[in-house]
């Protein structure tokens, strides 16, 4: 499509993680088209592309979703390797979607994450069913500030705050030279076009410290 032949400064690859059912298909749709629809699950991880021009430059987003894959805790390291930032969702309607982020998510992205200065951002969705939440935002707060994140709660469903997700991971990420450099995956210019950055042996020296 012409799409994919779009001129950038820079490729991001961006992950979205957590429990089955916290509205992370949902997000990514909310943030790349203009339509909320009831998902029927998908089996395998899929990933979309949008560009967006933010802090000056013009930027190419690859956005992974597990797209069910969590269930079966079968995601790999291919998932999470060259991923400049990483959304972590749960849902605030269900304390396990929350309590789970530090008892497993946070931990595989220890193991697995390939540059280290990769941004977390913890996402609190369905913020819209306010009088069903377990999860207080205060608790969401402490959270990303034990676990170094940058925090938001929106929803997916009314699209609040939904874009603010993005655009502050982004703004982050362009705000960390680390994640910028040739020897990370934030590929210049037009090098991706086709398919997204994934088992690049270039990018996995970055954990080697
Ligand atoms: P995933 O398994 O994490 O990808 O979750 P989905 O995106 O498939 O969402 C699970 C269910 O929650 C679906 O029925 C969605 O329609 C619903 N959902 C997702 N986000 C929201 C939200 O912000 N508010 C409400 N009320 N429902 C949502």
Not at 60 to 79: M, N
Not at 104 to 124: F, M, P, R
Not at 128 to 138: I, L, T
Not at 179 to 205: H, M, R, W, Y
């Amino acid at each position: 499509s012409s799409t994919s032949q779009q001129e950038f400064d820079y490729l991001f690859k961006l992950l979205l993680i957590g429990d089955s059912g916290v509205g992370k298909s949902t997000l990514l749709l909310s943030f790349t088209s203009d339509t909320f629809e009831d998902l029927s699950p998908t089996i395998g991880v899929d990933f979309k592309i949008k560009h967006v021009t933010l802090g000056g430059k013009k930027l190419k987003l690859a956005i992974w979703d597990t797209a069910g894959q969590e269930r079966f805790r079968t995601l790999t390291s291919s998932y999470y390797r060259g991923a400049q930032g990483i959304i972590m969702v749960y849902d605030v309607t269900r304390r396990d979607t929350f309590t789970n982020l530090a008892d497993i998510w946070a931990k595989e992205i220890d193991l697995y994450s390939t540059n280290q200065d990769c941004i977390k951002l913890l996402v609190g969705n369905k913020v819209d069913k306010e009088s069903e939440r377990v999860v207080s935002k205060k608790e969401g707060i402490d959270f990303a500030r034990e676990y170094g994140c940058l925090f938001l709660e929106c929803s997916a469903k009314t699209r609040v705050n939904v874009e603010q997700c993005f655009e502050e991971l982004v703004l982050k990420i362009l705000d960390t030279p680390s994640l910028l450099s040739e020897g990370s995956s934030g590929v210049k210019k037009n090098i991706f076009k086709e398919s997204p950055p994934q088992n690049d042996a270039s990018t996995t020296g970055c954990c080697s410290s």
